[in-house]
């Protein structure tokens, strides 16, 4: 059974850090990219941030870029989002997907191109809510 479980979300002031947990079972890790999607209520769902654990090669959305940090133990199957400086913008639920890559397309080229519908799996979501 394939599985994306997210772990890590809570309630947090701004200026503070997250780290997010995405544990992955189910399937050939290395094969595929992870990419991290955020939505926020009455808005579109947003990727944030893709690694691919072929070469471990990462990218970011530039509203994210600087603060956000994604990485990835192989050897856990666990892909991380680390969130420095949060800001009430923040607010969301986030979410991990799978899709997979065998290092075929490059990290940009995923997390800007490719439309979520598109990920093979998906985890349920941790909400991420950032006060003032």
């Known amino acids: 059974e394939v599985q994306l479980v997210e772990s890590g979300g809570g309630l947090v002031q701004a200026g503070g850090t997250l780290r997010l947990s995405c544990a992955a079972s189910g399937f050939t890790f290395d094969d595929y990219a992870i990419g991290w999607f955020r939505?926020?209520?009455g808005k579109e769902r947003e990727g944030v941030s893709c690694i691919d654990n072929t070469?471990?090669?990462?990218?970011?959305a530039d509203s994210v870029k600087g603060r956000f940090t994604i990485s990835s133990d192989n050897a856990k199957n666990?892909?991380?989002l680390q969130i420095n400086s949060l800001k009430?913008?923040?607010t969301a639920v986030y979410y991990c997907a799978a899709i997979l890559n065998k290092g075929h397309s490059d990290t940009a080229t995923i997390l800007r191109?490719?439309?979520f519908w598109s990920?093979?799996?998906w985890g349920q979501g941790t909400?991420?809510?950032v006060s003032s």
Not at 55 to 60: E, H, R, T, V
């Open 113 to 115: 191109t490719i439309p």
């Open 127 to 129: 909400q991420v809510t």
């Open 55 to 60: 070469d471990g090669s990462a990218d970011y």
């Open 78 to 80: 666990t892909v991380y």
């Open 39 to 41: 939505q926020a209520p």
């Open 88 to 90: 009430p913008e923040d």
């Open 119 to 121: 990920y093979d799996y």
